[in-house]
């Protein structure tokens, strides 16, 4: 499916990428969490392949990925209506990308940073205890890329990203490494946000010491050490929140 219709009357309507079925899926689902659709009704699935000039499996698909989110609900003779934010899937890496492309909202970072006190000192523990030489030299190498970053010669917020999902890889607990790509689409926004608060990127010192802690497989040490890594950002967003009102 080459997503050009055969007329050519695709050319005004929304760039849907090369795979029409995700893309008609993150168009609509921006929309939806951005509030595009507050005051209308959802449109139908005729509708919504005549505006983005697909077709109806194509957009019968999408429907159904953002109905497994908890964005929408398609009931017989009731039609799709959009979900209240209460039903959304937060663990969702997509729906937790359109959630922070919204207005900026500390309350939501400051969610996000609780969720992460609760499981990544714990997971940083677990790799301790159950982390093999292969994600030792990951978790070391995250760091000293994070060292580098700090001389102006790779990414600080990518070596960032790849320490925290290192650690999470190599407490070999399912559930926190599915928990990565929360982990790595938030980050990106809560990174940003507390390195401009103090004007510097992330502190090395402290994510050396959850990393020493690890190697050293003493998971007290290490989770102490994440726990207050991550304590540090959730008393930043405080601080901020303070200083708005």
Not at 123 to 140: R, V
């Amino acid at each position: 499916m080459t997503g050009v219709s055969r007329d050519g009357s695709r050319q005004d309507m929304p760039q849907l990428g090369r795979n029409l079925t995700y893309g008609m899926l993150d168009s609509l689902g921006r929309a939806i969490v951005t509030g595009s659709y507050t005051d209308r009704t959802f449109p139908t699935e005729a509708e919504l392949a005549k505006q983005h000039g697909v077709s109806r499996s194509v957009t019968r698909e999408a429907v159904k990925m953002l109905t497994a989110k908890g964005l929408l609900s398609a009931r017989p003779r009731q039609g799709t209506t959009i979900q209240p934010p209460g039903s959304w899937n937060l663990f969702d890496a997509d729906v937790l990308r359109w959630l922070l492309e919204r207005q900026f909202s500390i309350d939501l970072l400051r969610h996000f940073n609780e969720l992460r006190v609760a499981i990544e000192p714990e997971a940083a523990a677990l790799a301790a205890q159950h982390g093999d030489d292969k994600d030792f030299a990951s978790i070391t190498a995250g760091l000293e890329r994070m060292v580098v970053a700090e001389r102006g010669e790779d990414d600080p917020l990518e070596a960032d990203i790849a320490f925290h999902v290192a650690i999470l890889r190599a407490s070999k607990n399912p559930f926190y490494t599915q928990f990565r790509d929360v982990v790595e689409t938030a980050l990106r926004t809560s990174i940003r946000f507390t390195n401009r608060i103090k004007g510097r990127t992330a502190s090395v010192a402290d994510h050396a010491a959850v990393c020493d802690a690890i190697l050293a497989r003493d998971g007290d040490s290490a989770r102490t050490a994440m726990r207050h890594l991550i304590g540090e950002v959730l008393q930043l967003i405080e601080t901020a929140d303070e200083a708005k009102s």
